[in-house]
């Protein structure tokens, strides 16, 4: 089993940076791959990034076009999720998640969310 346990989120302004934490816990997280979704309110959920257990295996959103980076602290079996220039689309709850593997799919493991707004 895995715990995610994800924060960070707030209110900003357009331009400014955010960055959002996970922690996991429980005896698989620190083999797992873990990542990001987001979803806006009426919208489908959209994949923002994962990274793999080792670091590495690293793959982003079409959307992020190097404005966010993903990393991962093995000791402490946390992922981080740095975001600049954000803007109003950004708008949304970031879920964490964690799997076996990296990637865009559906994941096992879902954080319990946490809220970024952009405001223009």
Do not use: H
Not at 14 to 27: P, R, Y
Not at 39 to 51: L, M, N
């Amino acid at each position: 089993q895995v715990q995610l346990v994800d924060s960070g989120g707030g209110l900003v302004q357009a331009g400014d940076s955010l960055t959002l934490s996970c922690v996991g816990s429980g005896e698989l997280v620190a083999s797992y791959a873990m990542g990001w979704f987001r979803q806006a309110p009426g919208k489908k959920r959209e994949f923002v990034a994962s990274i793999g257990w080792n670091g590495r295996n690293i793959y982003y959103g079409d959307f992020v076009k190097e404005r966010f980076t993903i990393s991962r602290d093995s000791t402490k079996n946390t992922v981080y999720l740095q975001m600049n220039s954000l803007n109003p689309e950004d708008t949304a709850v970031y879920y964490c998640v964690s799997d076996q593997a990296s990637g865009n799919y559906g994941y096992t493991y879902w954080g319990q969310g946490t809220q970024v707004t952009v405001s223009s």
